[in-house]
């Protein structure tokens, strides 16, 4: 039998995980961080839960505010993730809710949005906000999990 030789010939292009999700399993903790994402964009929300899921964490979505409220009511998170603009309840009506209802989970609550954080700051003066920008690379997220870890 002959020899194949692919001296010279280019090598397949693979395309690479980001170093911060290998391996899954030192970023797996006993107790996964139960994150709840809320944007009414579905690739937005899919985008999160898959990294989210990568990072060791259980995921669950909410198309909007409103739903999100609701599943505060049956369900606990550790940190939730809530866009800014969206129809209907908004973030920043999402956030008065909390403040009426569960203030406890201001602290853990994680603005997203296009818009620049200065804007965002300007809607709620005063208050505590911790925002981050879109896109989102992996490696922030993979930041905001190991900071939410010791949160715990």
Request: glycine fraction near 6%; hydrophobic fraction near 45%; aromatic fraction near 6%.
């Amino acid at each position: 039998m002959g020899r194949l030789s692919l001296a010279g010939a280019p090598a397949p292009a693979v395309p690479s995980c980001p170093p911060s999700v290998l391996p899954i399993t030192e970023h797996v903790t006993d107790k996964a961080l139960r994150v709840l994402v809320v944007d009414d964009d579905p690739a937005v929300a899919s985008y999160f839960e898959d990294c989210l899921v990568l990072e060791g964490c259980d995921v669950a979505t909410a198309g909007d505010a409103s739903t999100a409220l609701a599943k505060l009511e049956s369900d606990t998170y550790d940190v939730m993730i809530c866009d800014i603009t969206m129809p209907g309840l908004d973030g920043v009506a999402f956030y008065g809710r909390l403040a009426e209802k569960r203030p406890d989970l201001l602290r853990r609550l994680v603005f997203i949005s296009g818009r620049p954080s200065s804007e965002i700051k300007a809607l709620l003066p005063g208050q505590p906000l911790r925002i981050v920008e879109k896109p989102v690379p992996v490696r922030v997220i993979t930041a905001l999990v190991e900071e939410w870890r010791t949160w715990s």
